[in-house]
Structures are given as structure tokens and as C-alpha cells.
């Protein structure tokens, strides 16, 4: 098996990372164009990078010691080009090799990501207007911004609450709209990726969802923001690459959201909470990071507790769940925090923030 960098040294060798033409900032369009045609003269397909503040193009081929001399020395000499690199990472645009600084993601005056800590709050499940009416207000009045709520649910018995589908995106909308709140949805499938879209401000995908690549694929073509939940077995770079499934679509707005993985012992919690893997991503990825505490930990007295950690270890906001009446709620009551309990933690995340120069 090659090493992750590929294997460098004897004539012929094979490389396993594909090459990467990183461009300028700001490179012209016919820089770009220009590039690509060099590669194509060379027989090679280039793949075209769009980023947030740049174009990568990649040679996606495997390419041998005197291929690669060759290119580098053409395209080298090129206008607009600033460097060529094989990632050390199999993912690419999503790597801080690729993008130095943070991506800051700009949904509707809500910045996620470059500094911000962001709070995404609401129930689990849509269940009805009076509901998640409630819940919003209790979500705007406590600071945060974004509101959450699955139309679409992920649930491992067919015979447990679903969701409201379409009509539980149209209570989401519409609650959204009279709150001023940016709003965030689950969507399952890639042929329903358009209808989500028409509805909600994020689509989420959820951790079940996290190697569904033809969903990644048309949520990378839709252009909205993308909340990628990482799968519950998921190594560090399964979910980057994951993200660049969405990334290589053209859409740069990828948020990573830890979630919790498969734990060891269930009989305290649902999952555990990988809070290392915030720090992680932090250095390897300019992708904004979330953390979820509720499906985390899946008990509701230890949500304040992860999320306060959360913003210790770096992360760029939470997500957590609220209902206004847990005991009743149709999905995930038992994880979910009641209005006053969501209040307090926000007023003792912001107490948090201030000693660490974060605004809440
Ligand atoms: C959810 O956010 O309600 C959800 C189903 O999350 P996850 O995909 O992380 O289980
Ligand atoms: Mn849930």
C-alpha cells in the first residue's frame, strides 16, 4: 500500500495524491482557461477548483516521475499560477493547505465560521405551528440566530415518528420568515435536495446521510450552505472527504458539524462527543466547525455541560435541541433542553464567552 503522500523517489514511481495548480488570488479567468488547456494538451483531464478566494485545479491522474517534471515545469512558468502542490491530505479543498484562512459563511447577515460563535437552536422534530412557533421564540429571545427543526427524519424504526415532510418545511418557513431567524433543515436524499432547498436557508445533512454521495453531490449543485454532520464511524478524513464531495461541486459553504461517535459504553450516553476532533479540524480544515451536544451525549443535563467545552476547545458554535415540552416531544425528548434550561445556557455560554473574548 503507497503511504498517504504517495511514494516518492525512483523513476516511474506512481503517485497517489493528485497534483494540485493552485492559482492566484484574483487569477484572470483566461489564466484560469489557459491552465486547464495545458493540462488537457497533455492528455490529462483538469478538474477545476472553484474556492473562496481562489481556483485549485487539480490533475486527478496518477502521474510519474518524468509526467510530473514535465508539468510542473509548463504550467510553473505560467501567469496566475502561485504554486503546485500534492496535498499531504487526500482531501483537497478542504484542506488549510488549499484555503490558509477560516471560511466565514454570510446566510442572511449570520456569519458562521472566521471568528463568530454561532448558535443554531430549536427541537429535534417539526411537530406542529403552535410547537415550533414556541420553540422559535424562545430561540430568538435568547440571542441565538439559527433555528433548527427536521421536516425529514432520520429514524432508525419505520415505525417512529417521521416527520412532517413538506408540511413541516412550510411551519419551518414560515416561522422562520416572522422571526427574522436563518433556518436549518435535514434533507435525506438527493432527489429531494430542490424541495429542502425552496424552503430552508442550511441544508443539513445528517450523520446517517454523511457517505451519501450522490446526496453531497446535489447538495454540492444546489449552492446553498451545507451543515455536514459527521457520520457516527466516521474517521477525521472520511468526513473531509465527505465535504469534498460538496466542496468540488462549486459550492465553497460547507460547515462541519461533531456530533458524537459510536461510544464504547451506551449506558450513560448516546454517543461520545469527540471534542478532540475540534481542534483536529481546526488545523487541518478552514471549514467552519459545530458542535452538537444534544446527539452527543443524548441526555439533557449533559448539553450545557458539552456545550461550554465546546466553545473551550475552539469550535465555531453549537447546535443544540429545545422543545417546549420535552415530555412530550415526538423525537429525541429525552436530549432535549426546556425553554428555561435553554435560556440559562445561553446566558452561562455568554458569562463563558466574555472571560474568552468570544461574543455571544
Ligand atoms: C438531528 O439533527 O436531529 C439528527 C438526526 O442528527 P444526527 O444526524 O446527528 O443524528
Ligand atoms: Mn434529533
Redesign the pocket.
Given at each position: 500500500m503507497t503511504s498517504r503522500k504517495g511514494r516518492k523517489g525512483d523513476r516511474g514511481v506512481i503517485f497517489a495524491s493528485p497534483m494540485i495548480i493552485v492559482m492566484q488570488i484574483g487569477a484572470a479567468q483566461e489564466e484560469i482557461d489557459l491552465v486547464a488547456d495545458a493540462i488537457r494538451s497533455r492528455g490529462y483531464e483538469p478538474l477545476v477548483l472553484p474556492g473562496q478566494d481562489r481556483v485549485a485545479i487539480g490533475v486527478p491522474a496518477s502521474l510519474n516521475n518524468d509526467q510530473r517534471t514535465d508539468l510542473e515545469a509548463v504550467l510553473g512558468a505560467m501567469d496566475g499560477v502561485s504554486k503546485i502542490t500534492q496535498t499531504s491530505h487526500p482531501y483537497k479543498l478542504a484542506s488549510r493547505e488549499f484555503n490558509r484562512t477560516d471560511t466565514s459563511i454570510e446566510v442572511k447577515g449570520v456569519k458562521i465560521g472566521g471568528g463568530s460563535f454561532v448558535v443554531m437552536g430549536g427541537p429535534?422534530?417539526v411537530e406542529s405551528y403552535e410547537q415550533f412557533h414556541k420553540a422559535a421564540t424562545i430561540v430568538k429571545s435568547s440571542g441565538a440566530t439559527i433555528l433548527?427543526g427536521?421536516a425529514f427524519?432520520?429514524r432508525t424504526s419505520p415505525y417512529s415518528f417521521q416527520g412532517l415532510a413538506e408540511e413541516g418545511l412550510k411551519i419551518l418557513k414560515s416561522v422562520g420568515d416572522e422571526t427574522g431567524l436563518v433556518t436549518i433543515s435535514?434533507v435525506m436524499s438527493g432527489d429531494m435536495v430542490s424541495l429542502v432547498a425552496e424552503y430552508v436557508d442550511i441544508l443539513?445533512?445528517?450523520?446517517?446521510?454523511?457517505q451519501n454521495f450522490p446526496l453531497l453531490i446535489e447538495a454540492g449543485k444546489s449552492g446553498k450552505p451545507v451543515f455536514l454532520?459527521?457520520g457516527?464511524a466516521a474517521q477525521i478524513d472520511d468526513f473531509l472527504l465527505a465535504a469534498e464531495y460538496v466542496l468540488n461541486q462549486g459550492n465553497p459553504h460547507v460547515i462541519l458539524?461533531e456530533?458524537?461517535i459510536i461510544p464504547l459504553d451506551r449506558t450513560y450516553t448516546r454517543?461520545t462527543l469527540d471534542l478532540s476532533a475540534v481542534p483536529v479540524l481546526k488545523e487541518h480544515t478552514h471549514l467552519p466547525v459545530i458542535v452538537?451536544p444534544?446527539?452527543g451525549t443524548g441526555v439533557a443535563k449533559y448539553v450545557t455541560p458539552m456545550a461550554k467545552a465546546a466553545m473551550v476547545v475552539g469550535a465555531d458554535g453549537i447546535?443544540v435541541?429545545m422543545h417546549p415540552d420535552p415530555k412530550s416531544a415526538l423525537?429525541?425528548g429525552s436530549q432535549a433542553l426546556t425553554p428555561d434550561q435553554f435560556l440559562k445556557m445561553m446566558s452561562e455560554m455568554r458569562t463563558l464567552g466574555a472571560a474568552l473574548g468570544i461574543v455571544l
Amino acid at each position: 500500500m503507497t503511504s498517504r503522500k504517495g511514494r516518492k523517489g525512483d523513476r516511474g514511481v506512481i503517485f497517489a495524491s493528485p497534483m494540485i495548480i493552485v492559482m492566484q488570488i484574483g487569477a484572470a479567468q483566461e489564466e484560469i482557461d489557459l491552465v486547464a488547456d495545458a493540462i488537457r494538451s497533455r492528455g490529462y483531464e483538469p478538474l477545476v477548483l472553484p474556492g473562496q478566494d481562489r481556483v485549485a485545479i487539480g490533475v486527478p491522474a496518477s502521474l510519474n516521475n518524468d509526467q510530473r517534471t514535465d508539468l510542473e515545469a509548463v504550467l510553473g512558468a505560467m501567469d496566475g499560477v502561485s504554486k503546485i502542490t500534492q496535498t499531504s491530505h487526500p482531501y483537497k479543498l478542504a484542506s488549510r493547505e488549499f484555503n490558509r484562512t477560516d471560511t466565514s459563511i454570510e446566510v442572511k447577515g449570520v456569519k458562521i465560521g472566521g471568528g463568530s460563535f454561532v448558535v443554531m437552536g430549536g427541537p429535534c422534530s417539526v411537530e406542529s405551528y403552535e410547537q415550533f412557533h414556541k420553540a422559535a421564540t424562545i430561540v430568538k429571545s435568547s440571542g441565538a440566530t439559527i433555528l433548527r427543526g427536521g421536516a425529514f427524519k432520520p429514524r432508525t424504526s419505520p415505525y417512529s415518528f417521521q416527520g412532517l415532510a413538506e408540511e413541516g418545511l412550510k411551519i419551518l418557513k414560515s416561522v422562520g420568515d416572522e422571526t427574522g431567524l436563518v433556518t436549518i433543515s435535514e434533507v435525506m436524499s438527493g432527489d429531494m435536495v430542490s424541495l429542502v432547498a425552496e424552503y430552508v436557508d442550511i441544508l443539513q445533512i445528517g450523520a446517517r446521510s454523511m457517505q451519501n454521495f450522490p446526496l453531497l453531490i446535489e447538495a454540492g449543485k444546489s449552492g446553498k450552505p451545507v451543515f455536514l454532520k459527521r457520520g457516527p464511524a466516521a474517521q477525521i478524513d472520511d468526513f473531509l472527504l465527505a465535504a469534498e464531495y460538496v466542496l468540488n461541486q462549486g459550492n465553497p459553504h460547507v460547515i462541519l458539524c461533531e456530533r458524537g461517535i459510536i461510544p464504547l459504553d451506551r449506558t450513560y450516553t448516546r454517543n461520545t462527543l469527540d471534542l478532540s476532533a475540534v481542534p483536529v479540524l481546526k488545523e487541518h480544515t478552514h471549514l467552519p466547525v459545530i458542535v452538537d451536544p444534544s446527539h452527543g451525549t443524548g441526555v439533557a443535563k449533559y448539553v450545557t455541560p458539552m456545550a461550554k467545552a465546546a466553545m473551550v476547545v475552539g469550535a465555531d458554535g453549537i447546535m443544540v435541541e429545545m422543545h417546549p415540552d420535552p415530555k412530550s416531544a415526538l423525537s429525541d425528548g429525552s436530549q432535549a433542553l426546556t425553554p428555561d434550561q435553554f435560556l440559562k445556557m445561553m446566558s452561562e455560554m455568554r458569562t463563558l464567552g466574555a472571560a474568552l473574548g468570544i461574543v455571544l
